[in-house]
């Protein structure tokens, strides 16, 4: 008898892992002893394989404690972080200034609902003063994830502008909450909504303008790569909304159906893309034009990560709303969409509420954070060891040709594994076999691309000269043995 299945269905098969591979995965384990192979089975004994740390790595190092740019996993290795715990770690792990106003607050006062409190209203009133929101005022609502303060902040633009429609970037990161994943446009993902899909709710994509891959193809002769791609972005969107066609608007009748347009500014979980100079002032352009909101996801882009305290002052634009999280509470969980006052100020008392949103000590270290990352002098140590970073890359890639592009703007650093520089063939398997080389070298980054083929570097904003010496001296090591034909 033939069994039906769905596609859906079908596709769960090849995506699920048995016991006996994920076994396989633990004994492999090069970059852990014992003690961390244990943990590691009795971590998959009582979490779910739908893990994050299985996609990224074999096994995830089970990490035991850090020191600002280290970590030590449970058998005593060290690793050199070049995660920061996902952006969050900005100051280092364990930094003794943030620690030890989480513990003073915590002797003073841990939670108060989703209620006033002076550590709250005063990093309300950094952030206001702090971001590049257009007009005179600014406003605040916290939450607790990154993925909290996205569907805030779309709850809010459709309420506002009473539309319905939301324009976002392929390529872009926005969480996987059911309400932000419509956002986010990880194909890999999508079968784990099934059979509801959130998209179905009004949200439309476009390209994002990645000039050395482009999704328009190679420019023409003598045209460069970034202006062409922008160029033919600019095209693409322009046709969508004033052609009566989709539906998005209708420029002939002014009929704009677009309550927003979210973007991150640098593409980053898709693996660390920074696109050509221009993008959001177009944006913002078209947003002007057709009266559509521009909210900048800087979760993981902001707080002085790439040498300036947002990377939308890359492009000196003023934007409607922004959203910021990971390093802002210092290591705990706490989100922030800060709006213009108009938009905030449109909707009643009780429109939002969470239980655990701008939690006393998180709010207390990331008052912390804030001072420290929009510190003129912080902000230009983040850029030059960026750039010393990236110098001592680029100098690996004129000796390898297997990296193919390095996307680097402060300590925000997206590394591209080609197998030939002119095809630009992807190099995915030899980008797998380095990642996991790197762990064993004592390196903990993660791995992500267009095409599985990028390392996406973001140590802690504190890294030292020295680390970042030896982070290139291990990948010069690792680099020499690649095969790469
Ligand atoms: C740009 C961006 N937006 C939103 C999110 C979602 O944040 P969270 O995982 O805290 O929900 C992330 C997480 O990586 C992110 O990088």
């Known amino acids: 008898m033939v069994k039906h299945q769905s596609n859906e269905m079908k596709q769960r098969e090849k995506l699920s892992i048995n016991e006996e591979q994920l076994q396989q995965r633990i004994n492999n384990m090069s970059y852990g002893d014992e003690k961390s192979k244990d943990w590691a089975r009795r971590w998959l004994d009582v979490e779910s394989r739908g893990q994050v740390g ?3 790595f074999p096994v995830p190092p089970i990490i035991e404690r850090g020191s600002g740019d280290k970590l030590y996993d449970v058998d005593g290795k060290e690793y050199i972080d070049l995660l920061s715990g996902f952006s969050v770690s900005a100051l280092g792990q ?7 106003t989480i513990s003073e607050q915590a002797g003073k006062l841990t939670h108060y609902f989703d209620f006033p409190h002076p550590e709250r209203i005063e990093m309300a009133e950094k952030l206001t003063k702090m971001t590049p929101i257009k007009g005179e005022d600014a406003r605040v609502v916290f939450g607790v994830t990154g993925s909290d303060s996205v569907e805030l902040a779309i709850r809010a633009a459709r309420y506002y502008t009473g539309r319905s429609m939301v324009l976002t970037a392929y390529g872009d990161y926005h969480g996987v909450t059911y309400g932000a994943m419509p956002f986010t446009t990880k194909g890999g993902m999508r079968p784990y909504f099934h059979p509801i899909q959130p998209q179905d709710s009004g949200v439309g994509y476009f390209p994002f303008p990645y000039a050395y891959r482009g999704p328009f193809g190679e420019p023409p002769t003598g045209e460069s790569a970034e202006e062409y791609t922008l160029s033919k972005l600019k095209h693409y969107l322009e046709f969508l909304l004033e052609s009566k066609e989709t539906p998005y608007a209708e420029g002939k009748s002014g009929i704009s159906n677009v309550a927003a ?3 991150e500014p640098f593409q980053s979980s898709a693996g660390y893309y920074i696109p050509p100079k221009g993008y959001l002032k177009f944006l913002r352009k078209i947003a002007d034009e057709y009266g559509i909101l521009l909210i900048v996801d800087e979760i993981q882009t902001g707080l002085g990560r790439t040498g300036r305290l947002w990377a939308t002052e890359w492009e000196d634009v003023e934007v409607d709303m922004l959203l910021t999280s990971k390093a802002l509470g210092g290591g705990l969980p706490l989100s922030a969409a800060v709006a213009r006052a108009d938009i905030l100020e449109a909707w009643g008392p009780g429109a939002h509420v969470s239980t655990q949103a701008g939690n006393v000590i998180a709010c207390a270290a990331g008052n912390k954070i804030l001072d420290q990352v929009s510190d003129e002098a912080f902000l230009k140590s983040v850029k030059e060891k960026g750039d010393y970073f990236a110098n001592g890359l680029r ?3 004129r000796k390898y ?3 193919g592009q390095i996307d680097a703007r402060g300590l925000y650093i997206g590394l591209e594994f080609v197998k030939d520089q002119k ?15 790197c762990l064993e070298e004592g390196i903990i980054f993660e791995k992500g691309g267009f095409f599985h083929n990028r390392f996406q570097l973001i140590p802690p904003l504190t890294i030292s000269y020295e680390t970042i010496d030896e982070v290139i001296a291990r990948f010069d090591k690792i680099l020499s043995k690649v095969n790469t034909k």
């Open 94 to 100: 364990c930094n003794p200034e943030i620690t030890k």
């Open 401 to 403: 040709p297997i990296i």
């Open 54 to 56: 299985l996609s990224l």
């Open 395 to 397: 100098e690996l890639q």
């Open 423 to 437: 095809t630009k063939e992807p190099a995915d398997e030899e980008a797998q076999q380095i990642l996991e080389a």
């Open 261 to 263: 347009i979210i973007v």
